[in-house]
């Protein structure tokens, strides 16, 4: 049984990726979700992943035994690993390499979109204060969005065409831009508008507003 430790559900883009992967692949897991930003937060994910941040997975095999992997990229390249079947990265060995190309950096760099335009699930807003940096990942991303689908228009709606770790890695870009109003070409949101139609994405928006300030509140002071 797969056990994956998330962070809040509105802020948390790393725990989203995994996350996503375990739901849109209809793998059976159990959550339990950690307030980041109180006291005691670091010592609570501590008692799970030993990196002190989440993402983490505990796995437990069928002889019982216990492996714990944090870090997001890592979970999901495990989840592929275990559920070979799933073809949770493209079956091709081209497309897979491309997949894991992009997927990497995502997961190493875009800093400016990570600082400059944090997770919210409750933020709906028009970001008008544009850094170059800022410019640059946003033209990046654009650009790796509109390369991917138009490579791969006629496989499906996804990167890859068929959803895959890839569009779980940027999945939480695109829930900034929605929140944010960066505006993208027509092919780029168009791929945003069908992260966001996800049922799997909208459970997790919805799980997100309902943490609502006045409780994580309560939680810090508890
Ligand atoms: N590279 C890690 C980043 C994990 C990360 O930074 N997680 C944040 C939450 S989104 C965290 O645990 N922050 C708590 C802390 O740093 O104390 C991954 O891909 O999982």
Redesign the pocket.
Known sequence: MNHLII?NQK?????L?PWLVLKEFEIGFHESKIY?YKTD??QQ?LKY?P?????ALIYTSPQDEKLTI??????CEFLAEQYPNLELWPQDSFMRAEARSVSHEM?SGFNAIRNDLPMNCNTKMIFTNISEALQMDINRVGAIWKNLREKYASKGDFLFGAFSICDAMFAPIALRFNSYGIKVGIIEQEYINSLLALKSIQEWITEGLKETELLEMCEIRA
């Open positions: 962070g802020y948390s883009s790393w725990s990726r980041l937060s670091k994910i992943s990196s002190g941040k989440v993402p944090w870090d997001s990229l890592a979970i997961h």
